[in-house]
T-cell receptor, first 115, second 114 residues
Framework: DGGITQSPKYLFRKEGQNVTLSCEQN?????MYWYRQDPGQGLRLIYYSQIVNDFQKGDIAEGYSVSREKKESFPLTVTSAQKNPTAFYLC??????????????FGSGTQLSVL | AQTVTQSQPEMSVQEAETVTLSCTYD???????LFWYKQPPSRQMILVIRQEAYKQQNATENRFSVNFQKAAKSFSLKISDSQLGDTAMYFCAFRLSGTYKYIFGTGTRLKVLA
């Protein structure tokens, strides 16, 4: 079945450590996104990518980095510069948005916590 | 900048009753799309319903319907015949036509009571 796979489900980060969250999709979608979810704050956009080898910062990109070397993959690195990384991270994808009211397909998320 | 506001942090409804969740948004543009997403305790986000702003007819999906008031910039979700499985966080979302950025509200936690 087609879908989005996020791994790991739970991740723990030590002080000063960089960690990478994986996101893979087999939906042949062009666009991919990373959102951060905190209690009471909804979903906030970290980065998004419209095509391979291109990505744009969202509203809260500081302390995060991404790459888009393959259409299927959009990993997110939480760097040591992100001082409050504890959150639920959601990866999503969509087809070409010019087609209309295209929905986001979401992965099952990664809960990141600081040790 | 566009914003989405959900003013009801928590709501509850008796099983089989009807409940309406509110959402307002702010934009100066005329072409956009609106969405309601459901996040059950599993935390998997699921699309409930979507609406194109150029369509005057309100979208419906089985027990779920919207009341889209473009002039008032309001997009409420009505759930009829509520079921225990409707217990979830519900997020309203907005996207401008031709852009990739989806903007989400802060969510409404709905609890359906047996």
């Amino acid at each position: 079945d087609g879908g989005i796979t996020q791994s790991p489900k739970y991740l723990f980060r030590k002080e000063g450590q960089n960690v990478t969250l994986s996101c893979e999709q087999n939906l042949n979608h062009d666009a991919m996104y990373w959102y951060r979810q905190d209690p009471g704050q909804g979903l906030r956009l970290i980065y998004y990518s419209q095509i391979v080898n291109d990505f744009q910062k969202g509203d809260i990109a500081e302390g995060y980095s991404v790459s888009r070397e393959k259409k299927e993959s959009f990993p997110l690195t939480v760097t040591s510069a992100q001082k409050n990384p504890t959150a639920f991270y959601l990866c999503a994808s969509s087809i070409e948005v010019a087609a209309g009211a295209e929905k986001l397909f979401f992965g099952s998320g990664t809960q990141l916590s600081v040790l | 900048a566009q914003t989405v506001t959900q003013s009801q942090p928590e709501m509850s409804v008796q099983e089989a009753e009807t409940v309406t969740l509110s959402c307002t948004y702010d934009t100066s543009e005329s072409n956009y799309y609106l969405f309601w997403y459901k996040q059950p305790p599993s935390r998997q986000m699921i699309l409930v319903i979507r609406q194109e702003a150029y369509k005057q007819q309100n979208a419906t999906e089985n027990r779920f319907s919207v009341n889209f008031q473009k002039a008032a910039k309001s997009f409420s979700l009505k759930i009829s015949d509520s079921q225990l499985g409707d217990t979830a966080m519900y997020f309203c979302a907005f996207r401008l036509s031709g852009t990739y950025k989806y903007i989400f509200g802060t969510g409404t936690r709905l609890k359906v009571l047996a």
